[in-house]
């Protein structure tokens, strides 16, 4: 299995941004989807956004327009970059590659405050 480590999170304002990291273990070249999930309390967990290895996205569509997800694969990572927090963006966010591989990572604690 594909480790993954998240880093990035922290505390923000309203407005603000962030950039979360999604570091693999290994080659993420030949994984063909790899996404960003995340979890509030007393919530269930949720895709936030998706990338294929072809650059396609996917998005929820709560963040649609204010977050981007890309991929290096050189550097075997996958970001997740976050502008136009909200307070309802507070939650802990998870890199996650999909069955067969059955990956997630750690998680990143995000709180936007108002």
């Known amino acids: 299995q594909v480790q993954l480590v998240e880093s990035g999170g922290g505390l923000v304002q309203a407005g603000g941004s962030l950039r979360l990291s999604c570091a693999a273990s290994g080659s993420i070249f030949g994984i063909v989807v790899m996404g960003w999930y995340r979890q509030a309390p007393g919530k269930q967990r949720e895709l936030v956004a998706a990338?294929?290895?072809?650059?396609?996205?996917n998005y929820a569509d709560s963040v649609k327009g204010r977050f981007t997800i890309s991929r290096d694969n050189a550097k075997n990572t996958v970001y997740l970059q976050m502008n136009s927090l909200k307070p309802e963006d507070t939650a802990v966010y998870y890199c996650?590659?999909?069955?067969?591989?059955?990956?997630w990572g750690q998680g990143t604690q995000v709180t936007v405050s108002s």
């Open positions: 996650r590659i999909p069955p067969p591989y059955d990956s």
């Open positions: 990338i294929t290895s072809g650059g396609t996205t």
